[in-house]
C-alpha cells in the first residue's frame, strides 16, 4: 500500500540547534508539503514542492527551509531552532497537480527547548 | 477572516445518532477534502470531492461550489467515530487551505 513516512517520529531539540525532519512517500506524487498543526489552529502550510529539485513557500516559511531531492524525499529544515517552532510536523504527498488527493504522514512531534 | 469555516467547533454525540459537519468557505474552492484526526494524532482521508455528493458506509459528504459549502453527515455514530474533522478547500492551485477543525466526542 502507497505510504508516507516520516522520521523522526519524536524530537527533542535545544534553541539554537539545527533540526531535520524527513519525509519519504511512495505514492509516486509529485507534490509533498509540510505542515505544522499547533492547538486551536488547523494545518498550516509552511514548503511545498511539486518535484525533484523544486521547493515553494507556503503560508508560514519564516525560520524553515525545504529539501526535495528526489520524487520519494522531502526534508524540512529548521536551520536555528526555537521554542516557537516546537509542534506537530506533517508531511503529505498528492498529486494530478493541483487537484489531487492529500495523504498525510503519521507526524513529528518537535520540541525546542 | 477565516477562508475555511467549520461549524460547530465541537460537538457530543450519543451513539447511535445521526449528526451533520459543515465548512463555509469565502474563497473559490474547487475541491474539498475531509479528513478524521484520530485521538492517536493520525490524519485518515475521508472523502475528496469535486461539487458533487459522496457515501461511504454511515458517511456521506456534499461540496456544493456555487454556494461555497460542504457538509459531512454521520448517520448511526460510533465511538470509533470520535475525534477532530478537518475539512480542506482547493482553489486549483497547489494548496489547500484547512478549516480549524470540529471536534467530535461520541460517548456509550
Known amino acids: 500500500e502507497a505510504a508516507v513516512t516520516q522520521s523522526p517520529r519524536n524530537k527533542v531539540a535545544v534553541t539554537g540547534g539545527k533540526v531535520t525532519l524527513s519525509c519519504n512517500q511512495t505514492n509516486n506524487h509529485n507534490n509533498m508539503y509540510w505542515y505544522r498543526q499547533d492547538t486551536g489552529h488547523g494545518l498550516r502550510l509552511i514548503h511545498y514542492?511539486?518535484?525533484?529539485?523544486?521547493?515553494e513557500k507556503g503560508d508560514i516559511p519564516d525560520g524553515y527551509k525545504a529539501s526535495r531531492p528526489s520524487q520519494e524525499n522531502f526534508s524540512l529544515i529548521l536551520e536555528l531552532a526555537t521554542p516557537s517552532q516546537t509542534s506537530v510536523y506533517f508531511c503529505?504527498?498528492?498529486?494530478?497537480?493541483?487537484?489531487?488527493?492529500?495523504?498525510f504522514g503519521p507526524g513529528t512531534r518537535l520540541t525546542v527547548l | 477572516g477565516d477562508k475555511v469555516k467549520q461549524s460547530p467547533s465541537a460537538l457530543s454525540l450519543q451513539e447511535g445518532t445521526n449528526s451533520a459537519l459543515r465548512c463555509n468557505f469565502s474563497i473559490a474552492a474547487t475541491t474539498v477534502q475531509w479528513f478524521l484526526q484520530n485521538p492517536r494524532g493520525s490524519l485518515m482521508n475521508l472523502f475528496y470531492?469535486?461539487?458533487g455528493t459522496k457515501e461511504n458506509g454511515r458517511l456521506k459528504s456534499a461540496f456544493d461550489s456555487k454556494e461555497s459549502y460542504s457538509t459531512l453527515h454521520i448517520r448511526d455514530a460510533q465511538l470509533e467515530d470520535s475525534g477532530t474533522y478537518f475539512c480542506a478547500a482547493g482553489t486549483g492551485g497547489y494548496k489547500v487551505v484547512f478549516g480549524s477543525g470540529t471536534r467530535l466526542l461520541v460517548s456509550p
Open positions: 470531492l469535486v461539487p
Open positions: 514542492s511539486y518535484g525533484a529539485g523544486s521547493t
Open positions: 503529505a504527498s498528492g498529486g494530478l497537480g493541483g487537484r489531487g488527493e492529500q495523504y
